[in-house]
T-cell receptor
Framework: GAGVSQTPSNKVTEKGKYVELRCDPI?????LYWYRQSLGQGPEFLIY????????DSGLPNDRFFAVRPEGSVSTLKIQRTERGDSAVYLC????????????FGSGTRLTVV | AQKVTQAQTEISVVEKEDVTLDCVYE???????LFWYKQPPSGELVFLIR??????QNEISGRYSWNFQKSTSSFNFTITASQVVDSAVYFC????????????FGTGTRLQVFP
């Protein structure tokens, strides 16, 4: 597609539930990134994929968070046993090769845990 | 440790005024990259500029200009003759050469330009 697409744009879930957030990167982009942006804060790095593999997952806050990119294009961020503190906007970005400044960000998924 | 500080939480100006957004960074590395992004109400981050630590020349792009001063670890952003469409949250970010794929963002400055 023309840009990075994230679905859903909004997600409300109950505490303790499981959620999946989807990211469709720009076609042909090998690098994909997930960031989390809490209210009033800057985005925080979560994970970076190069192709199908997670090249750097040092930003995932705990083992409730997991992300996959099985075919090297679409990625899914999965959050188990959601907590109210997980409420944030989850941003996805892609880049042609990684290691450069050519990030294109999506509009994000706003997750609210009630 | 790496850190980016944007001390101005919110700035309000009237159209046509000039405005400067401050950014101060901390890093142990001698080689690094600095960025500015714009986040309009729609939410996506829009890339504005990338500067590497070896290039201290100031840059101008239309109404936008950037002042990089390594001696004070600052990378300030000036909008000349501001317009209502400039209203957004602006983020400064840092990446280190040994990990260029991880951006460290400041907390952002919300700019409101009133007509």
């Amino acid at each position: 597609g023309a840009g990075v697409s994230q679905t859903p744009s909004n997600k409300v879930t109950e505490k303790g539930k499981y959620v999946e957030l989807r990211c469709d990167p720009i076609s042909g982009h090998t690098a994909l990134y997930w960031y989390r942006q809490s209210l009033g804060q800057g985005p925080e790095f979560l994970i970076y994929f190069q192709g199908t593999g997670a090249a750097d997952d040092s930003g995932l806050p705990n083992d409730r968070f997991f992300a996959v990119r099985p075919e090297g294009s679409v990625s899914t961020l999965k959050i188990q046993r959601t907590e109210r503190g997980d409420s944030a906007v989850y941003l996805c970005a892609s880049s042609l090769t990684g290691g450069d400044y050519g990030y294109t960000f999506g509009s994000g998924t706003r997750l609210t845990v009630v | 440790a790496q850190k980016v500080t944007q001390a101005q939480t919110e700035i309000s100006v009237v159209e046509k005024e000039d405005v400067t957004l401050d950014c101060v960074y901390e890093t142990r590395d001698t080689t690094y990259y600095l960025f500015w992004y714009k986040q309009p109400p729609s939410g996506e981050l829009v890339f504005l500029i990338r500067r590497n630590s070896f290039d201290e020349q100031n840059e101008i792009s239309g109404r936008y200009s950037w002042n990089f001063q390594k001696s004070t670890s600052s990378f300030n952003f000036t909008i000349t003759a501001s317009q209502v469409v400039d209203s957004a949250v602006y983020f400064c970010a840092l990446s280190e050469v040994r990990n260029t794929d991880k951006l460290i963002f400041g907390t952002g400055t919300r700019l409101q330009v009133f007509p």
